[in-house]
């Protein structure tokens, strides 16, 4: 082989080895995911990243004709760095989707997927309003107020009246707070007081005791993902699990992936939550064997979010014959419906957000391990912030 053919054939296999370049180029469509891999909410990162790298292992990396490359970017649960990963995403990479994570992150990326018309599926944030920072977003996630209204109705319906609210202090948090206290004064309650816990490294005993000497009756705590095994922890050694307060809460404190950790701290807890490792499904069975052997972890509730956000993007890329063009895309996308290992969701047509059942459950054990289990259902439940401002 003379020097010039010996160069060719070696870029040739380059290209290959990238999986980009030549005629392949067009054919594939990168799906650019900003999480946070590290920082306060990395649980969250991992877990998204565990989910979607599952569904493309079973669903397949082809999608009507064209060869789909996730890369996942991590922005260290920082706003900033989402911003310009998101940026560097369009325009180093050319990503035709955006995947958003947290509520500070997908707030700080949406001025950016509205500038670029790039359709973005938020995957993990749960307050009401990021989803109308941009026309191109749909959450597969969830909001808090779907599930602290509920809770905040179970608890007075069995005759709570005197709560004190606990809520980790960022934007999910205030918005768990508000949609209970809402609901619950309505139904005849008082909130005594609500504490606000730092974010990051939480110590919750100062908080906890304070909240004890108020006497309420119920204790409605709102902790993130990757923070319910230290709530418990710190809980138990208050001696409050054998107080006789009620602990309530949205899914959150019961989160699947701390759960086996809490040993019997949390057995009792009733919350209301969109998602629980035990829900009982063929479906739900499947995918937590799967990925409780891809991951050695227990499937939550932020993992659903990443499962069911790239099955949307497959979906919607199929109604669309892999055109990615922005209000195609998300034209596809809204008033979609299909079932999740949570059970049935859709996407509202009208606000791009997610449509979902609530379940109340109960922690108990099962086979030596806590399970969230689900004794009561609230079908088709929109976000109650969105439906009560389009009255
Ligand atoms: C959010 O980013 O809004 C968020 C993250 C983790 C949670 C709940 C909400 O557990």
């Known amino acids: 082989m003379d020097r010039k053919a010996f160069v060719a054939a070696g870029l040739a296999i380059a290209a290959i080895a990238l999986g980009t370049g030549g005629a392949g180029a067009e054919d594939t469509l990168k799906i650019g ?12 990162g991992r877990e998204i990243s565990t989910a979607v790298k599952l569904y493309m292992a079973q669903h397949g990396d082809t999608v009507a004709g064209k060869k789909i490359e996730v890369i996942i970017r991590d922005d260290a649960s ?48 749960g307050t009401s309003v990021v989803t109308e920072r941009s026309p191109y977003y749909v959450r597969t996630s969830f909001t808090l107020g779907q599930q602290s209204g509920i809770i905040a109705d179970w608890a007075i319906k069995n005759g709570s009246r005197k709560a004190v609210s606990v809520l980790s202090d960022w934007a999910p948090g205030a918005e768990a707070g508000k949609v209970f206290e809402a609901n619950f004064t309505k139904g005849g309650g008082q909130v005594l007081d609500t504490l606000k816990v730092p974010l990051a490294n939480p110590d919750f005993a100062p908080f906890l005791q304070r909240a004890a000497d108020l006497h309420p009756d119920a204790l409605f705590v709102f902790v993130p993902a990757g923070q319910a095994g230290t709530f418990a922890r710190h809980f138990a050694e208050r001696g409050l699990d054998k107080s006789g307060i009620k602990l309530i809460g949205p899914g959150d404190i019961v989160d699947d992936d701390d759960l086996p950790t809490t040993g019997d701290t949390l057995l009792g807890v009733v919350t209301a939550g969109f998602y629980s490792a035990a829900h009982p499904s063929a479906l739900n069975k499947q995918y937590t064997a799967a990925y409780q052997k891809a991951s050695g972890h227990r499937a939550n509730f932020i993992s659903v979010g990443g499962y069911d956000g790239i099955h949307l993007i497959y979906e919607a890329l199929k109604k669309t014959g892999g055109k990615t063009d922005a209000d195609a895309v998300i034209g596809a996308m809204k008033g979609m419906s299909w079932e999740s290992p949570r059970g049935p969701i859709a996407i509202d047509p009208r606000t791009r957000d997610i449509v979902q059942n609530v379940y109340v459950r109960k922690v108990e054990k099962k086979d030596g391990e806590p399970w969230a289990m689900e004794f009561a259902t609230f079908e088709a439940v929109k976000d109650p912030l969105k439906e009560a401002a389009a009255k």
């Open 78 to 125: 920082s706003p900033d760095n989402a911003k310009r990963l998101a940026q560097e995403l369009i325009v180093n990479d050319h990503v035709s989707f955006l995947g958003a994570d947290i509520t500070p992150s997908a707030m700080s990326m949406a001025p950016i997927a509205t500038e670029a018309k790039i359709p973005t599926v938020v995957m993990i944030s």
């Open 33 to 44: 995911i900003v999480m946070p891999m590290t920082g306060t909410l990395a649980a969250g």
